[in-house]
């Protein structure tokens, strides 16, 4: 879908993720994979995995038939550790920067089992809201004079369908000489909601200066995403 909207898009000048310079996004912001939060700091204040709790992990997990490689792939912080919970948070390397892994062990009573093992992606939120990812819009050329910035939004949290209309959206923009950081806030639909995806909804963003050609990133997740029109 994306590559759909931009496909008639000028191109400019790209970055790889890795080659990103972070931005300082306001302390405020919470950063989770999964169930996992900690302070948008990176790399996150966890304690690295020692030798016997690493044992143990990779002891459960060839029970359940996940080979050592998988989860070697990862550098491991120990997220939370209590008398029957460890969790684990992996450190991706740089082949895959945006896909962390998240491994759980539970004691049920009879001895340790597998609760979760997988891969998460860092989001960027905040108390009381969701996050949505945004491309600038196709159909409006962003203006370097301006600082108004034209984009769509896409919802992240389940929302029955329809656009955030009648609900707070609130962009926090980070910005110096050289980049555009964008994390786009969204109040959450109260009560249950379905899921069949989100609508695109457009969204003008107010930066304080003019665009000029500075590079515009989504900051809703880790690395953030380049966004070219």
Excluded at 19 to 38: G, I, M
Excluded at 121 to 148: C, M, Q
Aim: net charge negative; proline share 11%.
């Amino acid at each position: 879908m994306l590559l759909a909207l931009l496909a008639s898009c000028g191109c400019t000048r790209s970055r790889a993720p890795e080659d990103v310079r972070p931005a300082e996004l306001p302390e405020f912001l919470e950063a989770h994979c999964a169930d996992v939060a900690f302070p948008i700091r990176e790399p996150p204040d966890f304690p690295p995995v020692d030798g016997p709790t690493r044992g143990l992990m990779v002891e459960v997990l060839r029970e359940f038939g996940i080979a050592g490689e998988e989860f070697d792939g990862y550098t491991w912080l120990v997220a939370e550790r209590t008398p029957s919970r460890v969790a684990l948070l992996g450190q991706p390397g740089e082949a895959a920067p945006r896909e962390w892994g998240l491994a759980s062990i539970v004691d049920d009573g009879q001895g340790w089992t597998l609760d979760k093992f997988g891969v998460c992606r860092v989001e960027l939120t905040a108390p009381g809201f969701g996050n949505a990812r945004f491309v600038l819009n196709p159909e409006i050329a962003p203006d370097p004079a301006s600082p108004e910035l034209a984009v769509l939004i896409m919802e992240r949290a389940c929302a029955s369908g329809q656009p955030p209309v009648g609900r707070e959206i609130r962009p926090v923009v980070t910005e110096d000489e050289l980049q555009v950081t964008v994390v786009v806030l969204v109040e959450p639909v109260q009560g249950g909601a379905d899921c069949p995806g989100n609508p695109w909804h457009p969204v003008t963003i107010e930066l304080e200066e003019a665009l000029g050609d500075r590079m515009v990133y989504d900051g809703s997740t880790h690395p953030p995403w380049e966004r070219t029109w």
